[in-house]
């Protein structure tokens, strides 16, 4: 059994002029390092025969042959290995980098290791839940809480809601705006049979649930929600467009009778008014 020379290392350090710190820093190790091969002991290494191995790297960097490096164990000496039971020098070693993350580099600590891998793996998780669920974040901000009314998708959030007499109106346009309507030749006309009331007023009373909007000459437009018998006056100036998603679900009473829609009639309509006293021919 051969044990490290310590004066050997010491003497060709100091016969170079270098100091423990630059010696080490030049081989990637720590001071540690170099003091315990001169001064004796193992805390830095993980084993004798790691220290065996760092001390036949030091010896090159200082000039040193292989075999000036040890002296001859005494019996004693060699008892003290054998009790605690190291690996052997004359075992094959795995050479490694010492300027790498290795045995050899300067003091690893392994659990600081492996706590910096569990934050790469943490914050890897973490910028993957950001990507997935950015979209949906965004999407839910400019895309509230949808509840289906008559199989017509309405926000719940971000409206002005004032509900009379079973009437839930909102001040605000929706997505699917129903107001959303210009005047048209084609659009059917209809009017009172005979007029005993000024044309400024309409009155409706819906049969289902249903989105009711009315505009009048001046561009004004009503919009609300009628549930199931719910009814509604609203003024303006004549003539009224009035479009409503289920016609025939809608009475409308105009100048003082009940306008007569034919149930083949669907989307918008316009409401002309006739004079008071006057009627129009069947």
Same mark, same amino acid.
């Given at each position: /059994?051969?044990?490290?020379?310590?004066?050997? =290392?010491?003497?060709?350090?100091?016969?170079?002029?270098?100091?423990?710190?630059?010696?080490?820093?030049?081989?990637?190790?720590?001071?540690?390092?170099?003091? +315990?091969?001169?001064?004796?002991g193992v805390s830095s290494f993980f084993s004798y025969a790691h220290k065996d191995q760092v001390a036949?790297?030091?010896?090159?960097?200082?000039?040193?042959? +292989?075999?000036?490096?040890?002296?001859?164990?005494?019996? *004693?000496?060699?008892?003290?290995?054998?009790?605690? %039971?190291?690996?052997?020098?004359?075992?094959?070693?795995? +050479?490694?980098?010492?300027?790498?993350? &290795?045995?050899?580099?300067?003091?690893?600590? *392994?659990?600081?290791? =492996?706590?910096?891998?569990?934050?790469?793996?943490?914050?890897?998780?973490?910028?993957?839940?950001?990507?997935?669920?950015?979209?949906?974040?965004?999407?839910?901000?400019? &895309?509230?809480?949808?509840?289906?009314?008559?199989?017509?998708? #309405?926000?719940? =959030?971000?409206?002005?809601?004032?509900?009379?007499?079973?009437?839930?109106? !909102?001040?605000?346009?929706?997505?699917?705006?129903?107001?959303?309507?210009?005047?048209?030749?084609? /659009?059917?006309? =209809?009017?009172?049979?005979?007029? !005993?009331?000024?044309?400024?007023?309409?009155? /409706?009373?819906?049969?289902?649930?249903?989105?009711?909007?009315?505009?009048?000459?001046?561009?004004?437009?009503?919009?609300?929600?009628?549930?199931?018998?719910?009814?509604? !006056?609203?003024?303006?100036?004549?003539?009224?467009?009035?479009?409503?998603?289920?016609?025939?679900?809608?009475?409308?009473?105009?100048?003082?009778?009940?306008?007569?829609?034919?149930?083949?009639?669907?989307?918008?309509?316009? #409401?002309?008014?006739?004079?008071?006293? %006057?009627?129009?021919?069947?």
């Amino acid at each position: /059994m051969h044990d490290i020379d310590k004066l050997v =290392f010491l003497n060709a350090r100091e016969r170079l002029g270098l100091s423990r710190e630059g010696l080490a820093k030049s081989l990637c190790l720590s001071s540690k390092h170099i003091r +315990e091969l001169e001064e004796g002991g193992v805390s830095s290494f993980f084993s004798y025969a790691h220290k065996d191995q760092v001390a036949k790297k030091v010896a090159i960097k200082l000039g040193l042959s +292989e075999e000036s490096i040890y002296q001859i164990n005494t019996p *004693l000496e060699a008892l003290r290995y054998e009790n605690v %039971g190291v690996q052997s020098i004359e075992e094959p070693l795995i +050479e490694v980098d010492v300027c790498s993350n &290795n045995p050899i580099a300067n003091e690893i600590d *392994l659990g600081q290791s =492996f706590s910096n891998k569990k934050k790469k793996f943490i914050l890897k998780w973490i910028l993957l839940a950001n990507i997935v669920l950015s979209p949906l974040v965004v999407y839910s901000f400019f &895309n509230p809480l949808w509840e289906d009314i008559d199989n017509k998708l #309405l926000p719940l =959030f971000r409206r002005d809601i004032a509900t009379v007499n079973g009437v839930t109106k !909102s001040q605000i346009d929706d997505v699917f705006d129903i107001c959303d309507i210009e005047d048209s030749e084609l /659009m059917p006309v =209809f009017s009172a049979t005979t007029a !005993s009331k000024q044309g400024d007023f309409i009155y /409706m009373r819906s049969k289902v649930a249903q989105e009711i909007c009315v505009i009048d000459v001046l561009k004004n437009k009503t919009k609300l929600t009628l549930d199931p018998g719910g009814d509604y !006056s609203i003024s303006g100036r004549p003539p009224f467009i009035i479009n409503v998603k289920k016609l025939n679900g809608l009475d409308i009473y105009y100048q003082g009778g009940k306008i007569q829609i034919p149930v083949e009639v669907n989307g918008p309509i316009s #409401l002309k008014e006739i004079p008071v006293g %006057g009627f129009v021919k069947q």
